[in-house]
């Protein structure tokens, strides 16, 4: 079964940092780009970072470039978001998310985890 | 960044009509250079992840009933359900994937008259 399970969510305060991970298993992991996208409580989707298959690019959403980091592990078929200098306003489900085919950037997300919750607040 | 925009925001359909979500973006979504629009539709219901129904705007995801339907092309978006469900209760976004960031629509929430 094709499956990704994040852990990593904590509650933090104001100017912390969190690492979320996020293992996958039941598809060849090392030849997919894989997103985080977050939800904060009773909004709407929000992505916020991808990474190559090979883990040699990125990309980031504006408001989080310079504080996360997105990074793998292929041979342990495993994704990372490193988050320093939380905001409030970062507090969300973040969901792990696969592109619908292999090598190739510009695709619809067709495999999410079930998220983990970070909350930022003093 | 391109802007992702639905209506209606909310939705109430009688069991069995037809329910028809829009979606429109800032700028065109259709490459010229494959002919494909960059959109996709996904399904939230509550407490769950959201699931993606319909990519390059028409296609439909594998165990997607065949009621559910999505069409549009360039910047001009619908998600159709032919006869509703009761299982079809959720929130459906729209999203681009034409480029970073790539953006979603703020949700149409889809209830049972």
């Known amino acids: 079964e094709v499956q990704l399970v994040e852990s990593g969510g904590a509650l933090v305060q104001p100017g912390g940092s969190l690492r979320l991970s996020c293992a996958a298993s039941?598809?060849?992991?090392?030849?997919?780009?894989m997103s985080w996208v977050r939800q904060a409580p009773g909004k709407g989707l929000e992505w916020v970072a991808d990474?190559?298959?090979?883990?040699?690019?990125?990309y980031y959403l504006d408001s989080v470039k310079g504080r996360f980091t997105v990074s793998r592990d292929n041979a342990e078929s495993s994704l990372y978001l490193q988050m320093n200098s939380l905001r409030v306003e970062d507090g969300a489900v973040y969901y792990c998310?696969?592109?619908?085919?292999?090598?190739?950037?510009?695709?619809?997300?067709?495999?999410w985890g079930q998220g983990t919750m970070v909350t930022v607040s003093s | 960044d391109i802007v992702m925009t639905q209506f209606p925001d909310s939705l109430a359909v009688s069991l069995g009509e037809r329910a028809t979500i829009n979606c429109k973006s800032s700028?065109?979504?259709?490459?010229?250079?494959?002919?494909?629009?960059?959109l996709a539709w996904y399904q939230q219901k509550p407490g769950q992840p959201p699931k993606l129904v319909i990519y390059?705007?028409?296609t439909r995801e594998s165990g997607v009933p065949d009621r559910i339907s999505g069409s549009g092309s360039g910047s001009d978006f619908t998600l159709t359900i032919s006869s509703l469900q009761a299982e079809d209760v959720a929130v459906y976004y729209c999203?681009?994937?034409?480029?970073?960031?790539?953006?979603f629509g703020q949700g149409t929430k889809l209830e049972i008259k």
């Open positions: 390059w705007s028409s």
């Open positions: 039941g598809f060849t992991f090392s030849v997919y780009w």
């Open positions: 700028q065109s979504v259709l490459y010229s250079y494959n002919n494909k629009n960059y």
């Open positions: 990474i190559k298959e090979d883990g040699s690019d990125n």
């Open positions: 998310v696969r592109k619908t085919s292999a090598y190739d950037r510009l695709l619809a997300f067709d495999i």
């Open positions: 999203q681009q994937y034409y480029s970073s960031p790539y953006t």
